[in-house]
């Protein structure tokens, strides 16, 4: 069994659709005959320069004088024309996402088959490392393992910090075998030695209703805007229908650790979760550069279900980027939304789609997305409505779970939980900045059907 190591693979390879081939394909798609391997990669590398100089948001500000040649391979490409994004209002580029991927490593993740654990960590803080969630399907997710559960040892080892953190993503994501200790939240340990197999990931974790208050609330916790669609979109008919049901008022979607996704399964649940009277109402704009203006496209809400929520609840962090930034954009003229948790989201109100080029696909920021009101340029993330920290020491659902508590106590009192009765919330946010060796292995991401260009 071959274990996926490019650090974007782990997360992404939840896409099964795999997207069509660009309708022009450029020359370099097939490799020169007779040629050596260095004129070969010459070429490939002038040919992303030229795609990237067509259709890159930020074309016109990526220098003539630019080299592509200095560079190793695309990817280094790709993230040396990041710096070419500058946007008004904001003193720094706005590009952080721009990438290239091997073909080779691009089907493996269209195949929507992972190769690993299936356990992600966070440090809830310094010493106190959590699970924060698990592949249903996973070794770690047949094993019983939850999230909450703290990691006392690994490989023997009980040097569980952040300074060894490169040592923890090699044992949790990387390896083929590690021996966990876990502590469960009675306080009993448990060790497990997981193996990584195949599996298949499923991005809905749970869905419930609850009661608060007088209103019934439902519940969904959802990962990745990747995976099976048809799952999924049989998922979000049992769910919303569940919900209607249960005479549901009010809904909670915890996005707090979904990275984005398919555009397209954005636009599929903003239509579960749209008032009736948003149906035929903008949903939203995809705009690409000068070149493409043509290409640009409107899309308009066409409401699924009969559920007619009163508000919508978000939970996020800064993990909550790309296509679920946009379900909120999207949302927020229709329906009367609310954010909690622990920061603001992570900001990407752009996104992309692959370009073959010779044994490469690459990935130039290519368009914006805009809402209804023309809103849409969430670079510095969105902002919440509360703060509460991410209850890393609590499984999902659990109503004491710090943010989704903070939500339950607003449709019930119509007041947020104060601030000061969560003391987890300093660690939670300080904690943010550490967990960065883990949260940038995740995608982040919207992920468009390819199209037409012009080179």
Same mark, same amino acid.
């Given at each position: ?16 659709? *795999? ?18 391997? %260095? ?21 016109? @500000? ?27 209002? /904001? ?14 490593? #691009? ?11 299936? *356990?992600?960590?966070? /440090? ?21 393992? =939850? &999230? ?25 994501? !990387?390896?083929? +075998? ?20 195949? !599996?298949? @990931? ?19 916790? /959802? +990962? ?11 998922? /979000? @008919? &049992?769910?919303?229908? &569940? ?48 070149? !493409? ?22 939970? *996020?962090?800064?993990?909550?980027? %790309? ?5 909120? +954009? ?29 044994? #490469? ?7 914006? %997305? ?6 849409? +340029? ?21 109503? @004491? ?10 449709? %019930? ?15 939670? *946010? ?10 940038? =292995? ?14």
């Amino acid at each position: 069994m071959q274990i996926l190591k490019h650090p974007l693979i782990a997360v992404f390879v939840a896409g099964i659709v *795999v997207l069509s081939s660009c309708k022009k394909e450029s020359s370099a798609d097939s490799d020169p005959s007779g040629e050596d391997s %260095s004129a070969v990669a010459d070429k490939i590398k002038d040919t992303v320069l030229a795609y990237s100089q067509d259709i890159y948001l930020w074309f016109d @500000q990526i220098p003539s004088t630019f080299k592509p040649r200095t560079y190793a391979d695309p990817n280094k490409i790709m993230t040396a024309i990041r710096q070419y994004s500058s946007e008004p209002g /904001f003193t720094k580029p706005v590009d952080r996402w721009s990438f290239a991927m091997k073909k080779a490593e #691009w089907d493996d993740v269209s195949s929507g088959v992972s190769g690993d654990f299936g *356990v992600n960590v966070f /440090f809830r803080a310094e010493g106190d490392l959590r699970v924060r969630y698990v592949e249903k399907g996973s070794p770690a997710g047949k094993a019983g393992i =939850r &999230r909450g559960w703290r990691v006392t040892k690994l490989n023997g080892s009980s040097t569980i910090t952040t300074a060894n953190s490169d040592a923890i993503v090699d044992a949790v994501y !990387y390896s083929d +075998n590690t021996s966990f200790e876990f502590q469960k939240p009675d306080g009993s340990t448990v060790p497990v030695t997981l193996a990584a197999v195949s !599996y298949k @990931q499923n991005p809905i974790f749970l869905d419930t209703v609850y009661t608060a208050g007088s209103n019934k609330v439902g519940y969904m916790v /959802f +990962n990745s805007f990747l995976g099976d669609t048809t799952q999924i979109y049989n998922d /979000f @008919q &049992r769910i919303f229908s &569940r919900f209607t049901t249960a005479e549901v008022k009010d809904v909670v979607v915890d996005l707090r650790y979904n990275g984005g996704g398919y555009v397209t399964v954005q636009e599929k649940l903003a239509n579960y979760l749209v008032k009736s009277s948003g149906s035929g109402g903008l949903m939203m704009k995809e705009v690409f550069n000068s070149k !493409y203006q043509n290409d640009n496209e409107t899309i308009n809400f066409s409401k699924l279900g009969s559920l007619n929520p009163t508000r919508l609840f978000f939970i *996020v962090s800064d993990n909550t980027a %790309s296509a679920s930034e946009l379900l909120i +954009n999207n949302l927020k003229p229709y329906v009367e939304v609310k954010l909690v948790g622990p920061t603001n989201t992570y900001g990407k109100p752009v996104g992309y789609f692959p370009i073959g080029v010779g044994d #490469w696909y690459i990935f130039p920021v290519s368009f914006r %997305s805009t809402n209804k009101d023309g809103q849409g +340029n969430y670079f510095d993330g969105i902002p919440t409505d509360s703060k509460s920290a991410d209850g890393l020491d609590k499984d999902w659902g659990d109503i @004491q779970e710090a943010s989704l508590k903070n939500v339950l106590s607003y449709i %019930s009192s119509g007041n947020f939980a104060p601030l000061s009765t969560d003391r987890t919330i300093g660690s939670s *946010v300080e904690m943010s900045s550490k967990n960065k060796v883990f949260s940038d =292995r995740s995608f982040k991401g919207a992920i468009i059907p390819v199209k037409p260009i012009k080179l």
